[in-house]
């Protein structure tokens, strides 16, 4: 596609319950990340995956969050036993080639309610 | 670990310049960027400094010290329309780490 893709762009869920969110980088994009915005607030790292190498997972912030990249393209972010704090929204990002430079283009996010 | 401080609101008028300012402090530095974010919408790259000095991109520029830990944004001629949030961005070289951004806000 053109930009990146999230999906769904709004959740609302009950507390408990488990949720995944969808990632679609850019074509030919290497690596990807993960960010929580909470609002009003800046953005913390979850995760990044570049390529083929293990991710970098040091941002999740319990053992209740994980992710995974098939075929070193889409991205699923899943949420399990769903708390309030966990309200937020959730932003995907991707960058062609890290060399350090270069620009993350971002998704729209996904917007998680948790009731 | 890494951490990054900048002000948290800044406000000028239409037409006047502003420098949103950005410290940090990192165990690896490749480089800083700058993304806009206007409120319910998506982060957008604005520039990046990887040497000392400044860039240029239109009303925008960047400036970068090393040795300071220290960069700035300076948006002139500013326009309603750059009303928004201004986050900066180490990255170190596998990773990129924003800080808590600066909400500007432009007053006819």
Same mark, same amino acid.
């Given at each position: 596609?053109?930009g990146?893709?999230?999906?769904?762009?709004?959740? =609302?869920?009950?507390?408990?319950?488990?949720?995944?969110?969808r990632? +679609?980088p850019?074509?030919?994009?290497?690596?990807?990340?993960?960010?929580?915005q909470?609002?009003?607030?800046?953005?913390?790292?979850?995760?990044y995956?570049?390529?083929?190498s293990?991710?970098?997972?040091?941002?999740l912030?319990?053992?209740?969050f994980?992710a995974e990249?098939?075929?070193?393209s889409?991205?699923?972010l899943t949420i399990?036993r769903?708390?309030?704090?966990?309200?937020? =929204?959730?932003?995907?990002?991707?960058i062609?080639d890290?060399?350090?430079?270069?620009?993350?283009?971002?998704?729209?996010?996904?917007?998680?309610?948790?009731? | 670990?890494?951490?990054?401080?900048?002000?948290?609101?800044?406000?000028?008028?239409e037409?006047?310049?502003?420098?949103?300012n950005?410290?940090?402090?990192?165990?690896?530095?490749?480089?800083?960027s700058?993304?806009?974010?206007?409120?319910?919408?998506?982060?957008t790259?604005?520039?990046?400094?990887?040497?000392?000095?400044?860039?240029e991109t239109?009303?925008f520029?960047?400036?970068?010290s090393?040795? +300071?830990?220290y960069?700035?944004?300076?948006?002139?001629?500013?326009q309603?329309?750059?009303?928004?949030?201004?986050?900066?961005?180490?990255s170190?070289?596998q990773?990129? =780490?924003?800080?808590?951004?600066?909400?500007?806000?432009?007053?006819?």
């Amino acid at each position: 596609g053109a930009g990146v893709s999230q999906s769904p762009s709004n959740k =609302v869920t009950e507390k408990g319950k488990d949720v995944e969110l969808r990632c +679609d980088p850019i074509s030919g994009h290497t690596a990807l990340y993960w960010y929580r915005q909470s609002l009003g607030q800046g953005l913390e790292f979850l995760i990044y995956f570049q390529g083929n190498s293990a991710p970098d997972k040091s941002g999740l912030p319990s053992d209740r969050f994980s992710a995974e990249r098939t075929g070193g393209s889409v991205s699923t972010l899943t949420i399990q036993r769903t708390q309030q704090e966990d309200s937020a =929204v959730y932003l995907c990002a991707s960058i062609k080639d890290w060399g350090g430079a270069g620009e993350l283009f971002f998704g729209e996010g996904s917007r998680l309610t948790v009731l | 670990g890494q951490s990054l401080e900048q002000p948290s609101e800044v406000t000028a008028v239409e037409g006047a310049i502003v420098q949103i300012n950005c410290t940090y402090q990192t165990s690896g530095f490749y480089g800083l960027s700058w993304y806009q974010q206007h409120d319910g919408g998506a982060p957008t790259f604005l520039s990046y400094n990887a040497l000392d000095g400044l860039e240029e991109t239109g009303r925008f520029s960047s400036f970068l010290s090393r040795s +300071d830990s220290y960069g700035y944004l300076l948006l002139q001629e500013l326009q309603m329309k750059d009303s928004a949030s201004y986050f900066c961005a180490v990255s170190d070289g596998q990773n990129f =780490v924003f800080g808590p951004g600066t909400r500007l806000s432009v007053l006819p």
